[in-house]
C-alpha cells in the first residue's frame, strides 16, 4: 500500500523541502527562458541578422537547454537521488554558456548583472535544500570556466581581477544567506513534523489517531477496489480493559495501551494501516492479503500479546485481545468495519483472547 502523500512529505526534511520548493523553482526556470528569449529579441533589435545575432542566438538556445534540463530534474525521480547537485551544475553550466555568449560574440558582458540576479534568486528559493559544499563547488567550476573563455578571448588581468572581485563577495555571501537558510528551515522542519505527530497519531499507541486512519483507509480501499486486490481487516480490542483501569489505575492502562501499539507495530507487515480508534479498539487494514494469510496475521498477533505482561505496582499484567477479521468484498469501508466490529463482538462472546474471521 502506498504511504499517503503527507506521510511522505514528512519522510525526511530533503523529501519535506522538496515537495515544496521544487515544483516552484522549476516554474521560476520556465521563467527564465522567456527572459532569455527577450534578452534574444533585445539583440536582434541592436545587432540585426548577422554572424553577432546568430551567436548570441545558439548561447541562448544552448542555455535554454540547460536550464530546461534543470527544471526536468526538478521534477522527475529519476534524478531524486542526487537532485539538488544536478540543479546546481545544470544551473552553474546554464549561466557560464550566457556569459560565454556575451563575451564570445559581444566582447562584454552586457547581460552579466541580469543572469547573476536570476541565478541568485534560484539558489536563494531553494536554499533549504542546498548545503554549502554543494553550492560552492559548482559556483567555483563557473568561475574558472567563465575565466577560460576570457582568456581565450585575450581579455587582460585587470579583467580577470574584476571577475573575482565581482564573484569572490558574492559568493562569500550567498554561503552566509544559505548556511542561515537552512539552519532555519530545519527549525521549521522539526516544528512542521511535531504539529503533524501530534494531528496524525496517537500519543499513546503511536499509531494513527482515529480521524487519520478513517481518511487513510478509504484511499487505501478505493485503490485496493481498482486494482481488484484483496484487502482484509482486523478490529481489535482490549480484554477487560475497563477492569484494568478500575483496579490498577488508569497509568496501568495507558502502559497496556502503549504496549499493544508497540506489538501492532512489530508485527504487522509493511504497508498496514493500525490506528487506535479510541479506548481500547484498535483497527489494522492489511494490504494485497488473502483471507487465510490474514487469519495468520490476527492469530500471531494475538498469541504475542497473550505472551507479554505488563508491569504495575510490582505486579504483572496480562494483556490478551480479542480479533474481528473482515474480508468482506466492497467499496464501503463502513461495510468492511461492520462485518469486522461483529465477528469482534463474536469473539468476546466465546470468551475472549481468540480470532474470529469465518
Not at 496524525?200 to 494513527?208: E, K, N, V, W, Y
Not at 489505575?249 to 499493544?260: L, N, R, S, T, Y
Not at 493500525?274 to 494475538?302: I, K, N, Q, S, W
Not at 461492520?338 to 469482534?344: P, V, Y
Amino acid at each position: 500500500m502506498k504511504p499517503s502523500l503527507l506521510q511522505l512529505e514528512f519522510a525526511s526534511y530533503e523529501r519535506y523541502y522538496s515537495q515544496r520548493l521544487l515544483p516552484g523553482a522549476a516554474q521560476l526556470s520556465y521563467a527564465g527562458m522567456g527572459v532569455i528569449g527577450l534578452f534574444l529579441l533585445a539583440d536582434l533589435w541592436r545587432l540585426g541578422p548577422g554572424p553577432g545575432f546568430a551567436g548570441m542566438a545558439l548561447a541562448s538556445v544552448l542555455g535554454c537547454a540547460l536550464i530546461g534540463w534543470m527544471a526536468q530534474t526538478m521534477q522527475h525521480p529519476a534524478y531524486e537521488t542526487h537532485r539538488i547537485h544536478w540543479v546546481l551544475w545544470l544551473g552553474n553550466l546554464a549561466m557560464v554558456v550566457m556569459m560565454a555568449g556575451n563575451i564570445l560574440v559581444l566582447g562584454r558582458l552586457s547581460y552579466l548583472p541580469m543572469i547573476v540576479m536570476y541565478f541568485m534568486l534560484g539558489v536563494l528559493l531553494i536554499a533549504p535544500l542546498v548545503a554549502p559544499l554543494a553550492f560552492l563547488l559548482p559556483h567555483l567550476a563557473s568561475v574558472l570556466l567563465a575565466g577560460g573563455v576570457m582568456w581565450l578571448k585575450g581579455y587582460q588581468l585587470t579583467h580577470w581581477l574584476q571577475l573575482l572581485l565581482f564573484s569572490m563577495p558574492a559568493m562569500v555571501f550567498m554561503l552566509m544567506i544559505l548556511s542561515v537558510q537552512r539552519r532555519t528551515a530545519m527549525q521549521s522542519y522539526q516544528i512542521a513534523r511535531q504539529n503533524w505527530l501530534y494531528a496524525t497519531t496517537d500519543p499513546l499507541s503511536q499509531l494513527q489517531n482515529r480521524r487519520t486512519w478513517y481518511e487513510a483507509a478509504e484511499a487505501a480501499l478505493a485503490d485496493g477496489v481498482a486494482q481488484a486486490r484483496p484487502l482484509a481487516l482486523l478490529m481489535l480490542d482490549i480484554d477487560h480493559f475497563k477492569t484494568i483501569n478500575d483496579q490498577w489505575g488508569h497509568v496501568a492502562g495507558d502502559k497496556v495501551i502503549e504496549q499493544v501499539g508497540r506489538t501492532l507495530q512489530a508485527h504487522c507487515p509493511p504497508g498496514t494501516l493500525a490506528g487506535r480508534l479510541g479506548g481500547e479498539e484498535f483497527a489494522v487494514l492489511l494490504a494485497d492479503t488473502p483471507h487465510a494469510d490474514a487469519l495468520l496475521t490476527a492469530e500471531a498477533l494475538r498469541a504475542s500479546l497473550a505472551a507479554q505482561q505488563v508491569a504495575e505496582q510490582d505486579q504483572l499484567l496480562r494483556i490478551t485481545v480479542s480479533i474481528g477479521l473482515s474480508s468482506l468484498q466492497t467499496d464501503s469501508l463502513d461495510e468492511l468495519v461492520r462485518e469486522a466490529d461483529r465477528r469482534l463482538y463474536q469473539a468476546k462472546a466465546d470468551g475472549r483472547n481468540r480470532v474470529v474471521g469465518q
